[in-house]
């Protein structure tokens, strides 16, 4: 089973400005993580850390730069994100989808089968 | 039932789009009764009603008398995950594109001031280190 987050904004600024806040690592350092490494090409790695220690790998599946940005996590979920211009601005749309739980679903439906068979 | 047709069952709870945002809504309150979700979102108490009894059926949901009402909580392990999950990633987007909103306003005042510099000194101003700042403020 897979589980999905998604959200809309509407940022003042152009596709252009909007893409390098999404693919410079100073710049993801203002919004997305505390420390960001990333290499903005299709099979370019990046890595971030935040404040309370937690740190995620990913690898960079599809970049179209102003249009869409999508990460591969290395636990399986991933991330993806697409501008379009719009009056006042760019929309930005993100979708993150979770890691699989269905490994986890499936065990737990195993075990409490006997009870309910 | 059979394992394969209680995960059929999960699987199809889970399908629907207004069912997981009821489970989030239970999983962030820690429980709820009916109508105390039907006041948080955009359906009716009788909706609320019959996709608890989905949830329910599925194993994902488990309910508790207290005094008159029934309240619902998310079946512990591993769901939990799935619902915390949800409720945590949303809440970081929420935080994430508020900031990059605040980071591109920023980036775009100090673009329009550097364009300003940039501007004078095409146009054949010796470029000095005090000279945009002085004249600029």
Known sequence: MELHVEREVVVPADPGEVWEALTEPERLEEWFATEAELDPRPG????????????????????????????????GGEVVLE????DGGTLVRVRETSPDFAAALELSALAWAPSHA | MGAVARV?????????????????????????????????????????????GVLMDAGLLQPTRVGRETRYRVTPEPFDDAAAWLVEMGARWDERLAALGRSLTRA?????????????????????????AASGA
């Not at chain 2, 629907?16 to 429980?31: E, Y």
């Not at chain 2, 300003?116 to 000279?131: E, F, I, N």
Request: hydrophobic share 40%; glycine share 10%; proline share 5%.
């Open chain 1, 44 to 75: 370019g790695e990046g890595v971030f850390r935040w404040g309370d220690g937690e740190e995620r790998r990913a690898v960079v599946r599809e970049a179209e730069p102003e249009e869409r940005l999508v990460l591969d996590w290395d636990d």
């Open chain 2, 108 to 132: 775009r005042a100090s673009t329009s001031s550097v364009g300003v510099l940039q501007h004078r000194r095409t146009r054949g101003k010796p470029a000095r280190p005090d000279d945009g």
């Open chain 2, 8 to 52: 059929d069952r999960v699987f199809d709870a889970l399908g629907d789009p207004g069912r997981r945002a009821l489970v989030a809504t239970v999983a962030a309150r820690g429980s709820a009764t009916a109508t105390e979700l039907a006041a948080e979102l955009p359906v009716t108490r009788q909706a609320v009603a019959k996709q608890l």
């Open chain 1, 83 to 86: 501008l379009e211009e719009v």
